[in-house]
């Protein structure tokens, strides 16, 4: 199995920081990364898919970058509506793998 | 607009069957471009993947849950199922049934999520 790795387990931030939030895989992945916000009480939304592709909809504050077995989450200038739990997640072989999440909180 | 909702017993005993379905609305469960999954959450912790579907019942199960978990899929009512016998506490979780892209390889929509409790 791929291990998925994301650090830092949660960071402490305020409006208008910049965090990044890294994940590193156990093997090459190469661009079969994903990145999830979630809430509480709510289902995981899809924000980078392809480690760097932006989904619809999604604030161009978030970019993802990486490739291989290193990757990162930037947050550029954070909203008080980013205040979640962030999952990466592999999609380059089964059993699909997520990361143990990183909390972004006040 | 594509949506996801799971429904089943919110409560089930130890030793038995969990059981949950998921029905698809606005759009077709036998479109050759995505498979159908389920993923778990237990109080607490992070996400586990349980295993997804394709419409003709090609299956991929996590390893760590394959001896008890069965996916399966009704193209005539656009639904998908999951079982997962023989549960312990440790199976107590918010179930979610998701959409998975084959080609970009991601789980997008979800549904709300259903939130199953093992205990007698």
Redesign the interface.
Same mark, same amino acid.
């Given at each position: 199995d791929i291990q998925m790795t994301q650090s830092p387990s949660s960071v402490s931030a305020s409006v208008g920081d910049r965090v990044t939030i890294t994940c590193r895989a156990s093997q090459d992945i190469r661009s079969w990364l994903l990145w999830y916000q979630k809430k509480p009480g709510k289902a995981p939304d899809l924000l980078i898919s392809s480690a760097s592709n932006l989904q619809s909809g999604v604030p161009s504050r978030f970019s993802g970058s990486g490739y291989g077995t290193d990757f990162t989450l930037t947050i550029s200038s954070l909203r008080p509506e980013d205040f979640a739990i962030y999952y990466c997640q592999q999609a380059r072989s089964f059993p699909l793998t997520f990361g143990g999440g990183t909390k972004v909180e006040i | 607009q594509k949506q996801l909702q799971e429904s089943g017993p919110g409560l089930v005993k130890p030793s038995e069957t969990l059981s949950l379905t998921c029905t698809v609305s606005g759009g077709s469960i036998s479109s050759s471009s995505y498979s159908w999954g389920w993923i778990r959450q237990p109080p607490g912790k %992070?996400?586990? $993947?349980i295993g997804d579907i394709y419409y003709d019942g090609d299956t *991929? =199960? *996590? /390893? @760590?849950l394959k001896s008890r978990v069965a996916i399966s899929v009704d193209t005539s009512t656009n639904q998908f199922s999951l079982k997962l016998n023989s549960v312990t506490a440790a199976d107590t979780a918010v179930y =979610?049934c998701?959409r998975w @892209?084959r080609s970009? %390889?991601?789980?997008? /929509? $979800? %549904?709300?999520?259903a939130l199953v409790s093992v205990s007698s």
């Amino acid at each position: 199995d791929i291990q998925m790795t994301q650090s830092p387990s949660s960071v402490s931030a305020s409006v208008g920081d910049r965090v990044t939030i890294t994940c590193r895989a156990s093997q090459d992945i190469r661009s079969w990364l994903l990145w999830y916000q979630k809430k509480p009480g709510k289902a995981p939304d899809l924000l980078i898919s392809s480690a760097s592709n932006l989904q619809s909809g999604v604030p161009s504050r978030f970019s993802g970058s990486g490739y291989g077995t290193d990757f990162t989450l930037t947050i550029s200038s954070l909203r008080p509506e980013d205040f979640a739990i962030y999952y990466c997640q592999q999609a380059r072989s089964f059993p699909l793998t997520f990361g143990g999440g990183t909390k972004v909180e006040i | 607009q594509k949506q996801l909702q799971e429904s089943g017993p919110g409560l089930v005993k130890p030793s038995e069957t969990l059981s949950l379905t998921c029905t698809v609305s606005g759009g077709s469960i036998s479109s050759s471009s995505y498979s159908w999954g389920w993923i778990r959450q237990p109080p607490g912790k %992070g996400l586990e $993947w349980i295993g997804d579907i394709y419409y003709d019942g090609d299956t *991929n =199960y *996590n /390893p @760590s849950l394959k001896s008890r978990v069965a996916i399966s899929v009704d193209t005539s009512t656009n639904q998908f199922s999951l079982k997962l016998n023989s549960v312990t506490a440790a199976d107590t979780a918010v179930y =979610y049934c998701a959409r998975w @892209s084959r080609s970009v %390889g991601c789980f997008d /929509p $979800w %549904g709300q999520g259903a939130l199953v409790s093992v205990s007698s």
